[in-house]
Each structure stands twice: as C-alpha cells, then as structure tokens.
C-alpha cells in the first residue's frame, strides 16, 4: 500500500495523525481546530475511540466531517470492548496507511499550523526510525511547563545507555504525544507489549534503547499536553500495576543496565515483596 499523496506535481509521503479519546471526547474541539490548521496536506486522520461510557457517535461523526473539509481520509474506529492504551495503539497502528505516526490525545492540541511538516520533513532527512521532541505541559491550575529538559538530545545522541539507566531508575523522558514513529519501527520491532495495559511509551522506548535504536531528536514544541489523564497527574492503580511487572521483566533479561540499575530494581522487587507480605 502507497504511503505517498500526490499534491500538485509533488509527491509527499503520508503521515497518520490519530486522535485517541475515552471519556472525553467534549475535549475535542481544539484538538480538532489544530489538526485542521495544519498546512502539510498528505494526512489521514483516524478517530478512535475505546469504548466511551459517554461515547456519541454522532458528535464524533461531526468532527470527523469537519475534518474531511481539509483531509481526503478521515475515519472513525470505535470499540465495542475497552481495550486499554497499549491494546488500543496497537490497534490503530494496524488501521493506519500512513509512513509515519503522529499520536494524539483529545485535549491536546498542535503548536502551529506547520507541526506535522516539521516532523515529517525533519524524520524524511534523518536516518532515525523515532523522533522525539518537546511538548507543553498544561496543568489544570493554567501552570506551563516545557519538557522534556533541554539536554535529553545531547544524551540520546551521546549517551543513550546513560539514559536508558537513568529512564529505569528515575523518570521517563520520552513520551508518546512528542515522540513519534515510522511504521518501519514497529514492523521491525513489533507492537506494543499487550502484558502492560496502559503504559506504551515508556516501556516501547525503553526496549528501543535496550536494542540500539538510535532516536533523534529535534528541539522544537509541538504540543500542548494537558496533564490529568491516565498517565500524568493522580497515577492510575493500574499505571503503577504496568511499572512493576515492567522492571520485574527488566530483571528477566538486564540488557545494557548497569549494575547500580540492577540493584535498584532487585531493592524494588524486595520492598514490593515485604509490603506484599504484609
């Protein structure tokens, strides 16, 4: 299958924007105004939905229309089942046509017009298969705060087994609305891991470094995030359940840790056994 639109006398590589919601699709119009706005033309947009308590279908219907405006392929995915983060991307990785993924969160929204252009002409010049790049975090208090830290592209190209320790022992800096993938990357390297069920990120990029995937990195924002989903703000039980088995599996196969990040993870299995016990 093609991955490439025509546009005049050029040829551009298509690029998947896909728009996940649960439970909140009323969040949706500025994710929607942005992603319209942009001036990169060769884009399919996929709406999915994981089986809403609240699902419409008929205001997603509308959205979806507003899109097809600007976009030839829009299409709504809605399952019949909740499937959790993991299960769910990797559904839509399988709906997708595009050569590269741009994942999305409803509430979120693009920086400008030109965000999807940028990352596809930067991923076209590059050799990586991963791009990441940065992100504004919007906190319900109106607080705004850029991330990831300034020096994670030094790191990820001077020191990506550094990172890949300090990502196990202290906190991801890869994250899924600002890092982005080829389709080469997951053909190569599988789907997310369906043992976890709501982290994706964490654990893909994780596994990515552990491999010697090399991801590149460019320093531009191109989203506003807002914090209090799954993922972010008050930690989901089942978050913490992903992180665990995720480091006892760390410990199964300690690729490229050190030996302080082995330690780290047998103090944490040791501690959550004690406190089991109890």
């Excluded at 896909?18 to 119009?29: R, S, V």
């Excluded at 504004?136 to 990172?163: H, S």
Aim: overall charge positive; glycine content about 6%; aromatic content about 8%.
């Amino acid at each position: 299958m093609s991955t490439r639109r025509a546009t005049g006398s050029r040829m551009k590589v298509l690029a998947t924007i896909w728009i996940l919601i649960y439970n909140n699709a009323k969040e949706l119009d500025a994710t929607i105004a942005s992603v319209k706005a942009q001036d990169y033309d060769a884009i399919e947009v996929i709406l999915s939905d994981d089986c809403s308590k609240n699902y419409d279908a008929a205001l997603l219907e509308k959205y979806a229309e507003e899109l097809r405006e600007r976009f030839a392929d829009v299409r709504i995915n809605h399952n019949e089942e909740n499937m959790g983060t993991v299960a769910h991307i990797n559904k839509v990785i399988g709906l997708s046509k595009g050569k590269y993924f741009i994942s999305c969160c409803a509430g979120d929204r693009f920086c400008g017009a030109d965000t999807v252009s940028r990352i596809v002409s930067r991923m076209e010049a590059g050799a990586e298969k991963v791009l990441a790049c940065r992100r504004v975090d919007v906190y319900p208090n109106g607080k705004r705060k850029i991330r990831p830290p300034f020096w994670l592209g030094t790191a990820l190209k001077f020191a990506p087994e550094w990172l890949l320790n300090y990502m196990i022992c202290k906190r991801n800096l890869l994250s899924g609305c600002c890092t982005f993938c080829s389709r080469a990357v997951f053909e190569e390297y599988g789907l997310h891991n369906t043992e976890y069920r709501l982290v994706e990120d964490y654990t893909y990029f994780v596994k990515l470094l552990q491999l010697g995937v090399r991801i590149g990195y460019a320093p531009i924002t191109v989203v506003e995030h807002g914090i209090g989903g799954v993922s972010t703000g008050k930690i989901h039980p089942q978050v913490l359940t992903d992180i665990e088995r995720f480091r006892d599996n760390l410990l199964k196969a300690p690729v490229k840790l050190t030996q302080k990040t082995v330690r780290f993870l047998e103090q944490d299995a040791e501690e959550r056994k004690k406190h089991g016990d109890h």
